[in-house]
């Protein structure tokens, strides 16, 4: 990207803040409470109101700025579904449930993975942006996308800080859940840039931005260093809260993570209902539309989650 390109988009972004009142504050990771980002993802008409490659030209992740109804602005990274709504590396449904098995054993302000939901976007707007693109299913005209918050104040530059683990209680309890929630995905792509670190002193969290390469799925040729669990001591409130998730509750929230119905052709939210069949993934029935973990991955995640919690019982990790 060129210099003068470069900044003309940053002089957008501080121009869109000021407009729009939504100033990034300076002492978070998001431009408003998640609850108001959540509303906006999964419900909310949106305009793109900017939109580029995430990293490299003809990367298929852009990254966007999106106008809502209330003339609020945010980033967005927006990635398209494959033909059919799942593949290796592409899985829209393993970002969805990532983010929603966090709130099993972890509160807003403790959030790793941020707001992440499935939309979908008419087949003739989206050529705007790509010119050979198909829609997502048939009987359709609309490209399926995940859509996840933008963070700010962030490094892609995060190592494990041993030092600081066992020195700075904010920095483990952070880390520690960070961990716990890749070590219960399953995550099986340590690529850099996967894992961020927040850059401001007194919120020393650790996020997983990009999850869908997990839940059992192909490792990736760039590791798997948070797989497993690396940390030697755990939040006491954690615990307690994965304490209380039974295997029914696993089946109940992520059996289904995400919800639609096929309107005039395209793919529009609606509400969770019963899964219509725990065997597959991703599913099409009549003019449904459902994303979702499979019994066998579900049942994957409750045995790791007691192996863990055994592990805790027998003392392998110290309690803070």
């Not at 002492?27 to 509303?39: A, G, K, L, T």
């Not at 059919?84 to 969805?96: C, D, I, L, S, V």
Request: aromatic share 10%; glycine share 4%.
């Amino acid at each position: 990207m060129s210099q003068k390109i470069y900044m003309l988009w940053i002089v957008t972004l501080v121009f869109i803040s000021v407009s729009s009142h939504k100033l990034i504050s300076q002492e978070s990771n998001y431009v408003m409470p998640i609850p108001e980002i959540e509303q906006k993802l999964q419900h909310e008409t949106y305009e793109i109101f900017r939109l580029k490659e995430a990293r490299y030209t003809g990367d298929i992740v852009r990254r966007c700025i999106f106008k809502w109804p209330d003339n609020s602005f945010l980033q967005v990274k927006l990635k398209p579904a494959p033909t059919g709504g799942h593949m290796t590396n592409n899985a829209p449904r393993f970002e969805m449930a990532a983010y929603q098995i966090q709130k099993l054993f972890l509160d807003y302000d403790e959030y790793v993975v941020p707001p992440t939901f499935g939309r979908s976007m008419p087949v003739d707007e989206f050529k705007k942006y790509e010119i050979q693109v198909n829609p997502t299913f048939k009987n359709t005209s609309c490209v399926f996308i995940v859509l996840q918050c933008w963070l700010e104040n962030v490094d892609t530059e995060f190592k494990f800080d041993k030092k600081r683990f066992e020195t700075d209680s904010v920095y483990a309890r952070n880390l520690a859940n960070m961990n716990i929630l890749t070590y219960l995905i399953e995550h099986n792509d340590s690529n850099k840039g996967n894992f961020l670190i927040s850059t401001l002193p007194d919120v020393p969290k650790v996020f997983s931005v990009d999850n869908g390469m997990a839940f059992g799925s192909r490792e990736s040729r760039r590791g798997t260093e948070w797989r497993d669990m690396k940390v030697s001591k755990l939040p006491v409130s954690t615990v307690e809260k994965l304490r209380k998730i039974t295997s029914a509750t696993l089946h109940e929230k992520l059996g289904v993570v995400g919800q639609y119905q096929i309107v005039d052709g395209q793919v529009l939210p609606d509400d969770v209902s019963e899964n219509l069949d725990a065997k597959k993934g991703v599913r099409v029935a009549g003019a449904k539309v459902q994303f979702g973990l499979t019994d066998i991955e579900i049942d994957a995640i409750d045995k790791r989650l007691q192996k863990l919690m055994k592990q805790i019982d027998d003392g392998k990790y110290t309690l803070f």
